[in-house]
């Protein structure tokens, strides 16, 4: 085996990237060889457009144990990590504004719970910076069961899911680790585990009886990309009937005397203030938005976040893929489309292969469904100004 097989794939990454590039008609650099737009266009049509759930329960766990020092991922396994975690973390708060998450550390045999459930993405980031040190083995099994401990009294209408990120390929549990996995079921928590080292069969086996994913990194790119797969939510349970969910909805209020927040009685760092959201029924507070009331058990959101998770319960359908037999335009960026195009199945506008990607993505709704007026409209418009 020469030197150039033997060598770890991130080692060559920025070798040879002429070879990366391509001009195209117009004399435009272009990529190629890379999963790209192309790549993602193939996963949207792939994945078919099914309801998903609203409102998420996810425990986030992260192996700090020493095999994290690694560094076939540059600079190292913890460093990398920290920076795809905290973009994963953001992310999954835009496209989940009402969800929660927490982030579970695993060293040392033990488990350690940095934040809890929680809507605020710049705490979890920090608390996690602040315990960033590896040593140890990792214990799966206690991780699993910390999480269950608080993912088990979610509401049955909101999804418990805990994500695992593991570097090591042992873990050092106390107990039957099986067990632990039957608990998981009974309690319909899903568990999906992200490997970075090499496929572990135990591993596997979790995921599979708790009906999670489970998946192993090539490089830096693809840990991204399997990450970034879970912040879409997971199809809502076929089972599961429609039912009304209490829910308050607090203004953000200032008081004459200063008072402690809910979320803080349990935190070292609890702090006096007097601004804060009250919970509408029991008149607790509250310094972010979404949480449950620990005191009457209340949802409370804010309706600017209920509104941005509408579109998981009725998804934008997927565009129908055309090929062109002349140059045409895209409705949206107005960019030439020579072979490829997307036609909306309402409004039947083109779209690009780019603009597709950020509808279905980041946008939700079809621009050219949102600025046509429906007909009985435009009627009464008309009635309207020749009176």
């Known amino acids: 085996m020469d030197e150039e097989d033997s060598s770890y794939r991130w080692e060559t990454e920025y070798e040879r990237t002429w070879e990366t590039i391509q001009e195209d008609d117009s004399g435009s650099l272009k990529a190629v060889g890379g999963d790209g737009e192309e790549g993602r266009r193939r996963r949207h049509k792939a994945k078919e457009r099914i309801r998903l759930g609203m409102m998420r329960h996810l425990f986030l766990v992260i192996d700090l144990s020493s095999a994290m020092e690694e560094k076939d991922l540059r600079p190292s396994r913890l460093s990398c990590t920290l920076k795809v975690v905290e973009n994963f973390i953001l992310e999954f708060f835009d496209q989940n504004p009402i969800s929660q998450l ?28 602040e315990m960033a040190s590896c040593r140890g083995e990792p214990s799966l099994q206690n991780a699993m069961e910390m999480a269950m401990q608080s993912l088990k009294h979610v509401p049955s ?4 899911e805990i994500l695992i990120v593991m570097g090591s390929l042992t873990t050092c549990d106390p107990g039957d680790i099986l067990v632990t996995c039957e608990s998981l ?7 999906s585990i992200i490997g970075l080292a090499a496929e572990v069969h135990l591993c596997k086996k979790i995921c599979e009886n708790t009906k999670g994913q489970y998946s192993v990194i090539l490089d830096e ?17 076929a089972s599961a009937e429609a039912s009304l969910i209490r829910m308050g909805f607090p203004h953000h209020h200032s008081t004459a005397s200063p008072s402690y ?12 203030g007097t601004v804060g959201y009250f919970c509408p029924q029991c008149k607790a507070k509250y310094l972010e938005l979404p949480v449950d009331c620990k005191l009457c058990r209340l949802t409370l959101v804010s309706a600017p976040h209920l509104a941005r998770s509408y579109h998981h319960l009725f998804p934008l359908p997927a565009f129908t893929e ?8 895209c409705s949206a960026c107005q960019s030439q489309m020579k072979s490829l195009a997307y036609e909306c199945s309402q409004c039947h506008q083109l779209f690009c292969v780019c603009c597709e990607t950020f509808i279905h993505d980041t946008l939700h709704t079809c621009p050219g469904c949102s600025s046509t007026l429906p007909s009985d409209t435009r009627d009464m418009d008309t009635v309207e100004t020749s009176s």
């Open 102 to 129: 927490g982030v579970i550390v695993t060293r040392s045999s033990k488990a350690e719970k940095v934040t809890d459930l929680g809507g605020n993405p710049r705490q979890h980031v920090s608390k996690l910076k």
């Open 157 to 160: 209408h909101a999804s418990r």
């Open 185 to 191: 079921t009974a309690h319909q928590i899903q568990c």
């Open 221 to 237: 790119s693809h840990y991204k990309e399997l990450l970034m797969q879970h912040v879409t939510p997971p199809p809502a349970m």
């Open 261 to 272: 927040s809910m979320g803080q009685l349990d935190s070292n760092d609890a702090t006096l």
């Open 322 to 329: 055309h090929q062109l037999s002349e140059a045409r335009s």
